[in-house]
């Protein structure tokens, strides 16, 4: 597909000379020799580059410039302005808006394809880094869902087979308690016969004896609390998991503590045993936000304070959470890592601290990420109970 032109020039020559160029270069180009239609143009169709006239009747091009670097579709379109003069101040003027290159009238053919495709090709270059860091971040995303996916196996697997031998545990002692029961049928309450009666239940004592009953009866009690442990605690698993991947992208009110701790719930393979989480949590409001955001940024930043700390050493992650009286939260994750942790799972960490700040600027937050060596990191997070429009 050709890269596509537009010229922008009250100048009918001008448009015509620099069309054939264009031509000659191999790209399309479309044409407005007025300025004010020019956003009915570029509304219809889409443009790779616009080339702009700085003095026009009907408006100047600076503040045309300005109009379109506001535009939703066209303020990441590079802009060469064409001008007469070289005044050094309105160049100046028209990079700081945005403009991407300039051209003097008369246009000198090798000049004008050479700074045309000086332009065209960084913007081939920021489209294709745009494109790699997008694939990097989806790497980190599945990186970090493989991450949670055999975390969470592991959490469910851990009490699902807790049940699974409570509940062949509770078959054999029902069955020790059914060989009882059992004995106790026999005995036929119409026809009594003293002297049977007592040989059945000398027997039926002696079977109790021998199954050490009472303890049966323990155990089996015993079974059924353990077992009921164990589908809470899949129950709440579950409902932890299903809070965190909610995907809804809407602004929605919250209890920020909720989120901390599901995201610890879902990552506790990671840590247990190993690792002391200590809970500092103030009295915070409900807050606005986007909640299956802070659940990725959550499961980055306790991430990385999880791997930071060396497996063959205990550690201690603090969250400790507070507000102020300017309507604001504030929260801090500090670890006894060793150093910020900066490749984990084949994804650098350094890309999944980025997905961290862009997560923050959404917020309209602020983070702080302070690191000592043999001394843990500290990742302070502040962000606004409301999110103003």
């Known amino acids: 597909m050709k890269t596509r032109i537009l010229i922008v020039d009250d100048e009918k020559h001008v448009i015509r000379q620099v069309g054939d160029m264009l031509q000659r270069f191999g790209y399309e180009y479309g044409f407005i020799p007025k300025a004010n239609f020019i956003f009915q143009r570029i509304e219809n169709e889409i443009f790779d580059v616009i080339l702009l006239d700085i003095y026009m009747p009907e408006t100047d091009g600076i503040s045309l410039l300005q109009s379109i670097k506001q535009h939703p579709r066209y303020q990441h379109v590079p802009v060469i302005m064409m001008t007469n003069e070289t005044d050094d101040k309105v160049l100046a003027q028209c990079f700081e808006i945005g403009a991407s290159d300039y051209i003097t009238k008369p246009i000198k053919e090798e000049v004008f394809k050479a700074r045309l495709k000086s332009v065209i090709d960084n913007q081939l270059y920021i489209r294709e880094i745009k494109n790699k860091t997008s694939q990097l971040i989806q790497a980190e995303k599945m990186a970090s869902l493989g991450q949670l996916t055999a975390g969470i196996a592991h959490e469910i697997n851990n009490p699902i087979n807790f049940i699974y031998a409570g509940v062949n545990a509770l078959k054999l002692n029902l069955s020790y308690f059914k060989e009882v029961f059992d004995e106790y049928e026999k005995i036929n309450d119409n026809s009594i016969d ?28 015993r079974l059924i609390t353990s077992i009921e442990k164990g589908a809470e605690r899949t129950a709440e698993i579950i409902k932890g998991l299903r809070s965190f991947s909610k995907v809804d992208d809407n602004m929605q009110i919250i209890d920020i503590h909720e989120n901390i701790d599901t995201t610890l719930l879902l990552l506790q393979s990671q840590y247990q045993e190993r690792i002391q989480i200590v809970k500092n949590y103030g009295n915070l409001p409900q807050i606005e936000c986007y909640p299956s955001k802070l659940n990725q940024l959550f499961m980055t930043v306790f991430s990385n304070a999880i791997q930071a700390i060396d497996k063959s050493k205990q550690g201690t992650i603090w969250v400790r959470t507070s507000k102020d009286g300017d309507g604001h939260i504030f929260i801090s994750i500090k670890d006894t890592g060793t150093n910020i942790n900066t490749n984990y799972d084949g994804i650098g960490a350094g890309l999944g601290l980025t997905i961290v700040e862009e997560i923050i600027e959404r917020h309209k937050g602020k983070i702080l990420v302070e690191s000592e060596i043999g001394k843990g990191n500290e990742f302070k997070i502040e962000l606004p109970i409301k999110q103003t429009s």
Do not use: N, T, V, W
């Not at 007592?198 to 002696?206: D, E, P, T, V």
């Open 194 to 221: 003293i002297g049977k009666l007592r040989a059945q239940l000398s027997k039926i004592s002696a079977l109790k004896d021998e199954l050490e009953f009472e303890r049966l009866m323990y155990d089996i009690q």
